[in-house]
């Protein structure tokens, strides 16, 4: 019994430290697998595409694995050849915002990578002015849209999706020069400004009432300065006549009588009209097109701005007297 006893106990010890061995091996196995084992990790050199950018993906490639990647090893825009492998990748669309994914396959037996970039826009729309400085009267700047004077455009946001508004930082009076900032804001939220210096002209009455002081103090003038006539001797009086300073005159204005038109047909009167981007027209045409019907119908009339509620434009309307 007692022999038994100790093959049993000296049994479970060669089994602890067989355990144990094993154990030891396999974590050195792991170990050695762990500080051994090759690397496929992708290293993007961006990962925010500019929208619109010609970029290839090859060139974004900045490391794979252990590989610093070099020029030579980019033999296309989408593969890149390594000492061990090659590596096939998907093409970058930089027409399309958001987020995309990107495929990396291994030419060997690893598995693939999934890197996502993203596409973004950070342009501000243009504005291109067709005057930068105007001169006009106060009743022409509280008729006339100033933003028909502007030109705006964006890499990425359609015309009808950019927001364009205009204000004056002060009040518009006679004889004043005020600034007229156009801000057009685009979809990802860019936003550029433009000024246009704007000359109030002075009320016309005001104009017409200096020339007539002018005028007045001008005929006035000779009266003031018309040396006194020179004395005559007394023997000599009825032989001589007295002299009379010149006073000039203005002649009165005579009436003009207009010459009466000549008899025209009546044309009738036309209906008022639209030009909707959504029809197909754009900032540049639909203004023109209004001003060109608006002359042909011999007419008078205006050419309004259509504005939604959030005061985007969406068009031009013709609208007669």
């Not at 049994?11 to 762990?34: Q, T």
């Not at 933003?147 to 705006?152: F, I, K, P």
């Not at 210096?197 to 009266?223: N, Q």
Request: proline share 7%; aromatic share 6%.
């Amino acid at each position: 019994m007692e022999l038994r006893e100790e093959m049993r106990e000296s049994l479970l010890r060669y089994a602890r430290i067989a355990g144990i061995a094993v154990g030891v091996f396999l974590v050195a196995g792991l170990l050695l697998f762990f500080f051994t084992r090759p690397k496929y990790e992708v290293i993007l050199s961006a990962e925010e595409i500019e929208f619109g950018a010609s970029i290839k993906t090859s060139d974004l490639v900045e490391r794979i694995g252990d590989f610093n990647i070099k020029e030579e090893q980019r033999k296309t825009s989408t593969m890149i050849a390594l000492p061990d492998y090659e590596v096939v990748m998907d093409e970058i669309n930089t027409k399309e915002l958001g987020p995309q994914v990107l495929n990396f396959q291994f030419s060997s037996e690893i598995p693939d990578v999934k890197k996502e970039i993203r596409i973004v826009d950070t342009t501000a729309p243009v504005i291109e002015l067709r005057r930068s400085e105007i001169e006009m009267s106060l009743e022409e700047y509280q008729k006339n849209d100033l933003l028909q004077e502007a030109t705006v455009t964006d890499i990425c946001s359609m015309l009808e999706d950019i927001q364009v508004t205009g204000e004056a930082a002060e009040e518009a009076k006679p004889g004043k020069d005020l600034d007229y900032t156009i801000t057009a804001m685009d979809e990802a939220g860019n936003e550029s400004t433009a000024v246009i210096r704007v000359r109030i002209l002075k009320e016309k009455i005001e104009e017409d009432k200096v020339d007539e002081d002018k005028e007045e103090a001008a005929e006035e003038k000779p009266l003031e300065t018309a040396p006194a006539p020179a004395e005559t001797p007394k023997e000599s009086v009825e032989s001589v006549t007295p002299v009379q300073p010149s006073i000039p005159v203005t002649p009165a204005p005579q009436p003009v009588v207009p010459n009466p038109p000549a008899s025209t047909p009546q044309i009738p009167r036309p209906s008022n009209k639209t030009y909707m981007f959504s029809d197909g027209y754009t900032m540049q045409t639909a203004p023109s097109a209004c001003q060109a019907d608006l002359s042909a119908s011999g007419y008078s009339g205006s050419c309004i701005p259509i504005q939604d509620s959030q005061g985007i434009y969406k068009g031009m309307q013709l609208i007669f007297d």
